[in-house]
């Protein structure tokens, strides 16, 4: 029965990699002056962490959102850092907030807690990341669109995780 849990656990985690790296592809909306976009990959990123823990949170979050980036070519030089960035995103919410979604099988104010912190993290991380690929005041541009990204992605994680759990029920 083990060996079962543990293949389930592996499939579930390539699933979420795949759902990050899509949710990061699919959806996204180009902001010129900051020269990127915003996209939901961070709100499937959420769903991992509080689903499958921390380790499949940082799995899903860093392998998933580096896939986007190096498949883009505009963007593959991000890959590590992003890898960096959102695996630690997926290790922090998963960290804080998995028990506590187990325990009770719902979203309650320390799992929206968890996310804002892989939010605020999320946010911290590219700004250092920009700093030293653009430099100081460039990174700053980039700061109101992460915000605004990761408040969207808390919510989005907050409604998908309820709605899985009326499926689950």
């Keep these: 029965m083990q060996q079962r849990s543990e293949t389930l ?22 902001i ?12 499937m990123i959420f769903v ?9 949170g940082a799995v899903a979050g860093g392998i998933g959102s580096a896939l986007a980036d190096f498949l883009n070519p ?5 890959a590590p850092w992003t890898l960096v960035v959102k695996g630690i995103e997926g290790l922090l919410v998963g960290s804080l907030g998995y028990g506590v979604y187990q325990k009770y099988g719902r979203v309650t104010p ?11 993290w999320m946010v911290v991380g590219y700004y250092f990341a920009s700093s030293i690929l653009y430099g100081f005041s460039v990174a700053l ?27 689950r029920s």
Excluded: E
């Design 48 to 56: 991992a962490a509080l689903l499958l823990g921390p380790v499949g």
């Design 32 to 43: 010129p002056q900051a020269g990127g976009y915003l996209n939901i990959g961070d709100t």
């Design 74 to 78: 505009i963007y593959a030089y991000w």
């Design 141 to 167: 541009v980039h700061v109101p669109m992460n915000l605004l990204q990761g408040v969207v992605s808390v919510v989005l994680a907050g409604l998908v995780l309820g709605f899985l759990r009326h499926v």
């Design 110 to 120: 320390r799992v929206y807690l968890s996310m804002g912190v892989g939010a605020l």
């Design 9 to 30: 656990r592996l499939v579930l985690g390539a699933v979420f990699i795949a759902l990050v790296a899509l949710a990061t592809m699919v959806i996204q909306i180009p």
